[in-house]
């Protein structure tokens, strides 16, 4: 259990730091809907990174609620489009599955998001490989597609 306390307060108390630098345009909120669905916020931290939440809820097989926390790095040179932004991203993070044996892993999430010239907010597709170490290895793969709305 104290294995499991550890990441999780962290998590929440990133996500209760972020809604107070949000003014800049850089915290974005939205959805997402997939295998997980749920909420989904995102944090730029930089012109090509950024830290990313998501609390989820799982219908496949055992029901469960998901969170998990990615520090993702963004490529805008790789798709070129008249308006807007095509950055392709990948990152590294960490998973926590809440449910009859809690499981702790580590995320991979590749991803292809389209942020929009003059309105703030982005729509993506994301896969996310989830190699879980806690309390057994066992890899998983998960996919989502969603939006985010920049404050």
């Keep these: ?4 306390m550890f990441p999780a307060i962290l998590i929440l108390l990133l996500m209760l730091a972020l809604p107070g630098i949000a003014q800049d345009k850089k915290f974005g909120l939205g959805i997402i809907l997939g295998e997980p669905t749920g909420l989904i916020a995102k944090y730029w931290t930089g012109r090509t990174t950024a830290f ?3 609390g989820s809820w799982s219908f496949e097989g055992e029901d ?3 969170l998990h926390a990615d520090y993702l790095f963004h490529s805008f040179n790789i798709f070129k489009v008249d308006r807007g932004k095509l950055p ?8 926590l599955s809440l449910q009859d044996k809690t499981r702790f892993g580590i995320r991979l999430p590749v991803g292809i998001s389209y942020m929009f010239e003059k309105a703030p ?16 290895t066992k890899l998983r793969v998960f996919g989502f597609i969603g939006f985010r709305y920049y404050f």
């Design 1 to 4: 259990m104290k294995k499991i």
């Design 52 to 54: 990313d939440f998501a």
């Design 88 to 95: 392709v991203y990948y990152g590294i993070g960490a998973r």
């Design 121 to 136: 907010f982005d729509i993506f597709v994301e896969i996310g490989p989830v190699m879980d170490v806690i309390p057994a």
């Design 64 to 66: 469960s609620l998901h």
